[in-house]
């Protein structure tokens, strides 16, 4: 079998003309460069350069053989440059998976400027509750989703990436108007727009009116943060939302205040634990983490 650095060595012999320039090129000895052709010679059974007093000068077939190593060496080079371009976040493709509300909101920004400053980069980008989300980055189906804390199941590597708050989402009419907090008691008898059951979000807005007493009055069921904005701009009740699909969905007619007591979740960003992240995939991470951290609303 042909070993590499006697390919290596009869490249840089055939190039530069000279064992001596060969050996300065490969940082060894001119008799190791001298022993490996010898080597490569015997291996494939002919003469690779005639031995003059002014350097090799390679033989016919030695020449043929010099150009099969040429275009094998220009492939290393192809190789060499896609590391680089894989290195560099030049090309790459990173699957991604999240909750509705960030997937329309905060996410699909930051995706968009990622890919304008990484054109080579192709991002999927898939939307699912939080259970399905976390449950495709396990079975490794995505590279990397986005959801809320806490997090109980084992084997994801979990990257926090900003806290939000809960806000009350009302009509730019309504008597809550110009109100920088809103007493979750106070919404006793306000129709209520609600998200789903079953929601995380849902879960956590129940838990808080429960502790100060109050039963909703709901007057709708849906699955998106994104729908009740648009419901309360019209006018059908009021609703309880993650500050910044508040602000990424403002309709007009729409404001919002704080909500005492104050209620807060943390969103994450997670990969699964058993692979080592694509350099595409933590240059989108460290984009994510960025922006949020300046702008966490």
Same mark, same amino acid.
């Given at each position: 079998?042909?070993?590499?650095? /006697?390919?290596?060595?009869?490249?840089?012999?055939?190039? #530069?003309?000279? +064992?001596? &320039?060969?050996?300065? &090129?490969?940082?060894?000895? /001119?008799?190791? *460069?001298?022993?490996?052709?010898?080597?490569?010679?015997?291996?494939?059974?002919?003469?690779?350069?005639?031995?003059?007093?002014?350097?090799?000068?390679?033989?016919?077939?030695?020449?043929?053989?010099?150009?099969?190593?040429?275009?094998?060496?220009?492939?290393?080079?192809?190789?060499?440059? $896609?590391?680089?371009?894989?290195?560099?976040?030049?090309?790459?493709?990173? %699957?991604?998976?999240?909750?509705?509300?960030?997937?329309?909101?905060?996410?699909?920004?930051?995706?968009?400027?990622?890919?304008?400053?990484?054109?080579?980069?192709?991002?999927? #980008?898939?939307?699912?509750?939080? !259970?399905?989300?976390?449950?495709?980055?396990?079975?490794?189906?995505?590279?990397?989703?986005?959801?809320?804390?806490?997090?109980?199941?084992?084997?994801?590597?979990?990257? %926090?990436?900003?806290?939000?708050?809960?806000?009350?989402?009302?009509? !730019?009419?309504?008597?809550?108007?110009?109100?920088?907090?809103?007493?979750?008691?106070?919404?006793?008898?306000?129709?209520?727009?609600?998200?789903?059951?079953?929601?995380?979000?849902?879960?956590?807005?129940?838990?808080? #009116?429960?502790?100060?007493?109050?039963?909703?009055?709901?007057?709708?069921?849906? %699955?998106? /943060?994104?729908?009740?904005?648009?419901?309360?701009? $019209?006018?059908?009740?009021?609703?309880?939302?993650?500050?910044?699909?508040? /602000?990424?969905?403002?309709?007009?007619?729409? +404001?919002? &205040?704080?909500?005492?007591?104050?209620?807060?979740?943390?969103? +994450?960003?997670?990969?699964?634990?058993?692979?080592?992240?694509?350099? +595409?995939?933590?240059?989108?991470?460290?984009?994510?983490?960025? *922006?949020?951290?300046?702008?966490?609303?």
């Amino acid at each position: 079998m042909l070993k590499h650095r /006697q390919i290596e060595a009869f490249h840089a012999a055939v190039r #530069l003309g000279s +064992a001596s &320039a060969a050996a300065e &090129a490969l940082y060894v000895t /001119q008799p190791a *460069v001298s022993r490996l052709i010898a080597d490569l010679e015997r291996r494939v059974g002919f003469a690779l350069f005639e031995r003059r007093q002014r350097g090799l000068h390679p033989t016919d077939d030695g020449i043929l053989l010099f150009e099969e190593v040429e275009r094998s060496f220009r492939g290393m080079d192809l190789i060499a440059e $896609a590391a680089e371009a894989i290195r560099s976040h030049r090309i790459g493709r990173v %699957r991604v998976i999240a909750m509705p509300a960030y997937a329309d909101g905060f996410l699909s920004r930051i995706i968009g400027d990622f890919i304008v400053k990484h054109p080579g980069i192709m991002i999927e #980008l898939e939307i699912a509750p939080k !259970k399905a989300t976390i449950a495709r980055v396990l079975s490794e189906q995505f590279d990397l989703g986005i959801t809320t804390l806490p997090l109980d199941e084992p084997g994801l590597q979990v990257h %926090r990436l900003v806290t939000r708050e809960a806000v009350c989402v009302y009509h !730019k009419s309504h008597r809550f108007r110009g109100a920088p907090t809103v007493d979750a008691a106070d919404l006793a008898e306000e129709p209520f727009v609600a998200l789903s059951t079953g929601s995380p979000f849902r879960l956590a807005i129940d838990h808080l #009116l429960r502790g100060v007493g109050v039963q909703p009055r709901i007057v709708a069921e849906v %699955r998106t /943060q994104r729908a009740i904005c648009n419901m309360v701009a $019209a006018r059908a009740g009021v609703s309880i939302l993650d500050s910044g699909v508040a /602000q990424d969905f403002v309709p007009r007619h729409l +404001a919002s &205040a704080r909500v005492r007591p104050a209620l807060d979740w943390t969103v +994450a960003a997670v990969t699964p634990q058993r692979t080592i992240p694509s350099q +595409a995939t933590q240059a989108l991470l460290q984009e994510l983490a960025a *922006v949020l951290q300046d702008d966490p609303a």
